[in-house]
Nanobody, 112 residues
């Protein structure tokens, strides 16, 4: 069973950027589709970006301009680049390889 650990969260001012990392151990599967999700207090978990093992990145229409995923398979890492952050981006961010394979989440707080 692959285990996932997110890192890179923290506090950032509106307009700022953060890059989250998701480390897979013992390694990323040879073929995968990794999703990045977020959940704000009182809201449902939502997808913000996804990346395949071949490097194809996608984001929901409303996220595309500010959220993008990438991977470094040699390091067993997947990244979420977040730009031009707004207060409403405050949430716990998770990476997931699918049902039952989730990281513990990393908190992102956007405030002035």
């Amino acid at each position: 069973q692959v285990q996932l650990v997110e890192s890179g969260g923290g506090w950032v001012q509106p307009g700022g950027s953060l890059r989250l990392s998701c480390a897979a151990s013992p390694s990323l599967p040879s073929a995968f589709n990794m999703g990045w999700y977020r959940q704000a207090p009182g809201k449902q978990r939502e997808l913000v970006a996804a990346i395949t093992s071949s490097g194809f990145s996608s984001s929901p229409k409303g996220m595309k301009a500010r959220f993008s995923a990438s991977n470094d398979i040699s390091k067993n890492l997947v990244y979420l680049q977040m730009d031009n952050l707004i207060v409403d981006d405050t949430a716990v961010y998770y990476c997931s390889l699918g049902p039952g394979v989730w990281g513990q989440g990393t908190q992102v707080t956007v405030s002035s």
